[in-house]
């Protein structure tokens, strides 16, 4: 099977299978917004990064996985990767989470609240918390690492292809760019995806070259 990355809202879902887990991605809304079903090879339990609109296909995307939902993951506090959270957690019972300073402005308060250095486990996989400050106060990067040495980032609106996500002032930006830098490219290898709440993958690999040219144009 080969997954390229690219889903259309409300299209099938692209599926990307690793020795440990299996990583289903689908375009939810008319903003191209990723939802993200990542399962657990050895116990068919699942995470669900950003019940983002479109509880149908989302309940749809959880049913693709087969297994039962363990948690729903939200990257951040902004309303297009919300819209469709209270009703998941409400028909599956799967407990919430988030990064510690968004938690608040969410619709369904979350059961974990997320810090920098946190993992969250579903089944035998573990991911990675990086906290990465300034498109929100409390937007979250979950990494998990497979066997056979590959890196996923589902990175929310903090990194896409081309640059950083949406910054509102210039300290925001500084901080975004600085944690991006620090906490992704200086502690991953280029060889890792990128997995965005919108649109298509990258690599950091792919957008390492232009780093100069984001912090020079300040966005």
């Not at 903003?31 to 339990?45: E, K, P, V, W």
Request: aromatic letters at 6%; proline letters at 7%; a negative charge.
């Amino acid at each position: 099977m080969v997954y390229n990355g690219e889903v259309t809202p409300g299209g099938p879902a692209d599926v990307r299978e690793l020795p440990d887990a299996v990583i289903r991605k689908a375009s939810v809304s008319p903003q191209d917004n990723n939802a993200y079903l990542i399962t657990c090879r050895a116990t068919g339990d699942q995470l669900l990064i950003d019940a983002a609109d479109d509880a149908e296909r989302v309940s749809t995307l959880i049913g693709e996985g087969g297994g039962p939902l363990r948690g729903i993951v939200t990257t951040h506090q902004h309303w297009d990767h919300h819209r469709a959270l209270a009703e998941i957690a409400e028909v599956t019972k799967a407990p919430t989470l988030a990064g510690e300073d968004d938690a608040d402005a969410l619709p369904v308060k979350p059961d974990v609240r997320l810090r920098h250095g946190d993992t969250v486990a579903v089944g035998e996989l573990t991911l990675d918390v990086v906290h990465l400050r300034g498109h929100t106060p409390g937007s979250v990067t979950l990494v998990l690492t497979s066997p056979d040495g590959s890196v996923h980032a589902f990175t929310g609106d903090s990194l896409f292809p081309g640059g950083v996500g949406k910054t509102f002032d210039g300290d925001a930006f500084s901080s975004l760019i600085g944690d991006v830098e620090e906490r992704l490219f200086n502690a991953y290898p280029d060889e890792t995806w990128i997995y965005p709440g919108h649109g298509k993958d990258t690599t950091l690999g792919a957008e390492r070259p232009s780093l100069p040219q984001w912090r020079e144009r300040g966005w």
